[in-house]
């Protein structure tokens, strides 16, 4: 009877209740949820349907094509070339940023003197940069025959390179602009992880008579992994969205040795018009980031396990 009587007062209690309190949860992720479907689900959902569909500018109308845009990706010399590409600038870029952001955080890390911090903004001013102005002073500095660089190899007895047109070097040449660019990036996220380390940490390495490349190898980097997961995963996709880079510096070329996936939607969709296929090579490269981007995670969480086992329980002598 008592449980009876307990159950109606609570209904009654929650039939007071008003509308908007008792779904008040819901009003609060209403806004993010409608921000979703407009800015991700209704552009996924219409890529899908476009890459599926050839477009008459003319007519104004979609015909259905089927998979015939994916077919002919496949056989596409010029797309699997601009997949080489972009993978090629992803791995050298994201490695070579990774390595050197986490030597120049350990190094100033342990840098011991006054007004050390005020040399922080300096650092990390290359990343405040916008994209385009860093890519136009190096178009600059890369040019055959006015650029600084060239002139600073003549100066001391070598000859000119073509940077941005010599197809031996000129990815290499982008790719030292996206260095130059993100490596502070990866260095202050890696600085602040350093920061958070205690200094107790270290200090009872050093009792145990642990020398500083062990420490480093057995306390800092496996302290560190998850800012390293951090800065490697964004670097991945940052680099795998190479466009203006590319645009400016050598717009593709020379060929299309430095076309990057990216570029090439961008010319299939806008230059040369065709939307489904430019559509199709963009679900493509979604499904690329998303199965690099996995694969990735995957072995790094599998490679701090094993740094964990390995390292995590030996001793320091």
Not at 13 to 28: N, S, Y
Not at 137 to 158: P, V
Not at 248 to 257: I, R, Y
């Amino acid at each position: 009877m008592k449980e009876n009587y307990r159950f109606l007062v609570e209904k009654s209690q929650e039939a007071t209740v008003p509308w908007h309190e008792k779904h008040f949860k819901f009003l609060l992720v209403f806004p993010s949820v409608m921000l979703f479907i407009l800015l991700t689900a209704y552009p996924l959902v219409h890529l899908i349907y476009t890459s599926l569909h050839r477009f008459d500018f003319i007519g104004g109308q979609f015909h259905f094509i089927g998979l015939a845009n994916f077919s002919r990706l496949l056989g596409d010399e010029r797309f699997i070339n601009s997949i080489i590409n972009t993978l090629r600038f992803m791995l050298m870029a994201t490695f070579s940023q990774v390595l050197l952001g986490l030597g120049l955080a350990v190094l100033f890390n342990s840098m011991k003197f006054r007004g050390k911090m005020l040399l922080l903004p300096i650092l990390i001013l290359p990343m405040m940069i916008p994209s385009m102005v860093v890519n136009g002073i190096w178009r600059i500095m890369y040019s055959y025959e006015f650029g600084i660089i060239n002139r600073i190899l003549e100066g001391i007895g070598f000859t000119r390179i073509g940077w941005l047109w010599d197809p031996a070097i000129a990815m290499e040449s982008v790719v030292l602009v996206d260095i130059w660019q993100f490596t502070p990036f990866v260095f202050l996220v890696l600085f602040a992880g350093l920061q958070a380390i205690p200094e107790e940490v270290y200090e009872a390495a050093k009792l145990d008579g642990s020398t500083k490349l062990q420490t480093f190898k057995n306390m800092t980097l496996p302290l560190l992994k998850h800012h390293l997961l951090l800065v490697i995963l964004l670097r991945t996709v940052d680099t795998s969205n190479l466009f203006d880079k590319v645009l400016v510096l050598t717009g593709g070329g020379p060929g299309f040795t430095t076309e990057t996936i990216s570029l090439f939607i961008y010319r299939q969709s806008f230059v040369f018009l065709n939307l489904g296929y430019g559509a199709a090579a963009s679900i493509v490269m979604l499904l690329l980031v998303i199965l690099a981007g996995g694969s990735l995670f995957a072995i790094l969480i599998l490679g701090a396990r094993v740094i964990k086992s390995t390292f995590g329980r030996q001793s320091y002598a």
